[in-house]
């Protein structure tokens, strides 16, 4: 199971740090994604890392503003996200996938957290 958490409100310009603890399965021998979906629009991975050898990966709307962080010792994943924008406003979910060593396919991610609701206002 993954619990995602740390959603909320935030003005542009400002930060938040969403977790996704992880729980029930080989959490080692998975990658984190970390996705969003804005409503009508499709869900987008924003950024990924993998727990085997600490690589990140991050699309471009993000890069540079948010960063992907793993605590093995509490099998917790973050994402911090600082200089924040209306265009982040989204629900944000953790997955996670045991394609550790290559980007995965949505359908690839077999376990999916709940979601945490994520406003930027302007």
């Known amino acids: 199971q993954l619990q995602a958490s740390g959603g909320g409100l935030a003005q542009a310009g400002g930060s938040l740090r969403l977790s996704c603890a992880a729980s029930?399965?080989?959490?080692?021998?998975?990658?984190i994604g970390w996705f969003r979906q804005a409503p009508g629009k499709e869900r987008e991975e924003i950024s990924r890392?993998?727990?085997?050898?600490?690589?990140?990966y991050y699309a471009d709307s993000v890069k540079g503003r948010f960063t992907i962080s793993s605590d093995t010792a509490k099998n917790t994943v973050y994402l911090q996200m600082n200089s924040m924008k209306p265009e982040d406003t989204a629900r944000y979910y953790c997955?996670?996938?045991?394609?550790?060593?290559?980007?995965?396919?949505?359908?690839?991610?077999?376990?999916w957290g709940q979601g945490t609701l994520v406003t930027v206002s302007s």
């Open positions: 029930g399965f080989g959490y080692s021998d998975y990658a």
């Open positions: 890392i993998n727990r085997k050898d600490g690589s990140t």
């Open positions: 997955a996670a996938t045991p394609y550790y060593w290559r980007p995965a396919l949505l359908y690839e991610y077999d376990y």
